[in-house]
């Protein structure tokens, strides 16, 4: 257990389901991220909170949407995806985000397919 | 446009001997630069990193090299172990804002041979 924790492991969806991602962390950290990690290309950051607020949002369809109701816990609200979505999810934390010296601590992901 | 590059995307190595992971970036801005180490079904884990101010940084059995006017890094497993099969990423940032965000390459899967 690297202290950040991801729900579902894995999560089969249908084109018009909804679904939520879940993160959790109990580091102390107040920075959070979202990646996207598809076959044969890099970890894609889709999103990024610190202290609770979204800073970033790297072009992400809407079909996506975060949610951080506090510092510990992240969500992905996931509805009306389309089979080219199904990846690993991976949340990650940090301290901070001014600078990334000591890395993020990634979750062990949520594999999604959608059918 | 990728900013982290690893071009090899597998490499295979002997039980003992060294295991050469390599890295290029293009964007100046960078500064600082992370290897991460990746079992399947798990999340990435932090391995080793180096500051721009540096060209050297060692850890046991990995040292991370940077040639910042290559913009090239390397990392180095001496001697290779089969537990460090693994994806390995490389990963660079810069500071502040969004430069402060890490951006990852797309991985190399180390096999190293018992």
């Known amino acids: 257990e690297t202290g950040v924790t991801q729900t579902p492991r894995h999560l089969v969806m249908g084109m018009t389901n909804k679904k939520s991602l879940k993160c959790e962390q109990h580091?102390?950290?107040?920075?959070m991220y979202w990646y996207k990690q598809s076959a044969k290309k890099p970890l894609e950051l889709m999103f990024v909170?610190?202290?609770?607020?979204?800073?970033e949002n790297n072009s992400v369809p809407s079909r996506f949407s975060p949610e951080c109701p506090n510092s510990s816990h992240l969500f992905l609200h996931l509805h009306t995806l389309q089979p080219e979505d199904s990846a690993l999810y991976l949340c990650?934390?940090?301290?901070?985000?001014?600078?990334?010296?000591?890395?993020?601590?990634f979750g062990s992901g949520t594999r999604l397919t959608v059918v | 446009d990728q900013q982290v590059k690893q071009n090899s995307p597998s490499l295979s190595v002997q039980e003992g001997r060294i295991s050469i992971l390599n890295c290029d970036y293009t964007?100046?801005?960078?500064?600082?630069f992370l290897w991460y180490k990746k079992y399947p079904a798990e999340g990435p884990t932090f391995l080793i990193s180096?500051?721009?101010?540096?060209d050297k940084n060692e850890d046991g059995r990995f040292t991370v090299f940077l040639n910042k006017s290559a913009k090239h890094l390397s990392l180095h497993i001496v001697p290779s172990q089969p537990g460090d099969s693994a994806v390995y990423f490389c990963?660079?940032?810069?500071?502040?804002?969004?430069?402060?965000?890490?951006?990852f390459g797309k991985g190399t899967k180390l096999s190293v041979k018992p």
């Open positions: 990650a934390s940090s301290h901070g985000r001014d600078r990334a010296n000591y890395g993020y601590t």
């Open positions: 580091l102390g950290h107040n920075a």
């Open positions: 909170y610190s202290l609770e607020e979204r800073v």
């Open positions: 964007n100046s801005m960078f500064d600082y």
């Open positions: 180096i500051s721009s101010i540096k």
């Open positions: 990963a660079a940032s810069g500071y502040g804002g969004s430069q402060g965000n890490l951006i």
